[in-house]
């Protein structure tokens, strides 16, 4: 099950909750129990993993 980053709007606080992304909507602030979270988005998974390399550049190229 993933993680999810949210930040509490009311409070402010941050925090980290680990729910499916169906319950994404029910999650609450553990601070104050606001349900006006936002969640995070981080960089994560892009720059990582991925056999891909797209954006790698070939080797010996002219506009090196
Ligand atoms: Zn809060």
């Known amino acids: 099950m993933p993680s999810y980053d949210f930040r509490c ?4 606080h941050d925090f980290t909750v680990r729910v ?12 104050c129990g606001s349900s006006s979270v936002k969640q ?4 994560f998974t892009l720059l990582t ?4 390399g797209a954006c ?3 080797s010996g ?4």
């Not at 709007?9 to 402010?12: T, W």
């Not at 190229?61 to 090196?64: D, I, L």
Request: hydrophobic share 25%; with cysteine; net charge positive.
């Open 49 to 52: 993993g991925g056999s891909g």
């Open 56 to 58: 790698n550049a070939p």
């Open 20 to 31: 499916s992304w169906r319950e994404k909507d029910k999650v609450k602030c553990p601070v």
């Open 40 to 43: 995070l988005f981080t960089s």
């Open 9 to 12: 709007e009311k409070c402010g």
């Open 61 to 64: 190229s002219p506009f090196g």
